[in-house]
């Protein structure tokens, strides 16, 4: 048999396992999320928990600032403002605390099982980190069901909430692949939960989550166009605000989601091996 001829036999062969391997890819992506979504069905309560924090955050700190007044927000009243803000927020504090999952997992030696399957690491951690989108979802829908028992006015229609349940994914897998890496870098819960804590707040005031980037130092203004956070919210406002522009075009706030969690997915993709060192 000629060479063209081996070549021309072996490139279908080389497609096909191609092909098969990533059809596997995707059928342990769908699993790996299936798993997430059962462990919250079988226990809700993790996420009831959770749901205290951004209701003192919109009926307290947003109560008190909406009476007196001193952040600038028209047209909308500063719970509109700070509606999309929290629920930003939620997503970062439920995301940024999952690569303790992936530390336990770590110890169980589930993660040596998943190394050793013939699934692309990428296509692994994007799943683990879509995964996480199972818990901010669940949270959006407590925080909208909680701003509109307070009289919010929002944005409902079907369009802004499926808006709203896109971006809410693309953030929980951005904050949730980030958790990872760390996690990935210190293997231990002890060091990962404080370096977690020290994160979380920077982020999250370093953005324009409870207050504009108009009214913010010059100084701390480029900090929070470099924070994803500060997108997230934006992306947030232009769908849950009526009529709302938001700083950027939604186009660029998703893309700029997209493109952080594609290139915290490739980092991981290195850095994952070392989980079951």
Avoid: C
């Avoid at 809410?168 to 980030?178: D, H, K, M, N, P």
């Amino acid at each position: 048999m000629s060479r063209s001829a081996s070549s021309n036999l072996a490139a279908p062969a080389a497609t096909r396992g191609a092909g098969r391997r990533i059809s596997e890819g995707v059928s342990q992506a769908v699993a790996i999320i299936g798993l997430e979504a059962r462990k919250l069905a079988h226990d809700p309560s993790e996420l009831l928990f959770r749901a205290v924090q951004p209701a003192l955050w919109l009926i307290i700190f947003g109560g008190v600032f909406s009476s007196i007044h001193v952040i600038p927000t028209a047209p909308y009243t500063y719970l509109q403002f700070l509606t999309p803000g929290i629920l930003a927020q939620s997503v970062l504090f439920i995301s940024i605390f999952y690569g303790i999952a992936s530390i336990r997992e770590r110890e169980l030696g589930i993660i040596t099982k998943f190394l050793v399957s013939p699934t692309p690491r990428f296509i692994l951690v994007g799943a683990r980190g879509l995964s996480a989108s199972m818990r901010g979802l669940s949270q959006a829908l407590i925080v909208i069901l909680l701003a509109v028992g307070l009289g919010v006015t929002l944005d409902l229609s079907a369009v802004a909430l499926a808006g709203v349940v896109l971006v809410i994914i693309l953030g929980s897998a951005l904050f949730s692949t980030l958790s990872m890496i760390i996690a990935s870098i210190v293997k231990t819960q002890e060091r990962f939960l404080g370096i977690g804590q020290l994160l979380t707040m920077p982020l999250f005031f370093a953005s324009s989550a409870i207050y504009p980037l108009s009214i913010m130092p010059a100084w701390l203004r480029p900090i929070a166009l470099a924070n994803p956070l500060t997108y997230l919210v934006d992306a947030l406002r232009t769908l849950m605000l009526p009529h709302e522009t938001g700083l950027n075009p939604l186009g660029v706030d998703v893309a700029v989601l997209i493109g952080v969690t594609l290139l915290l997915t490739a980092i991981e993709s290195r850095l994952y091996p070392r989980m079951a060192q």
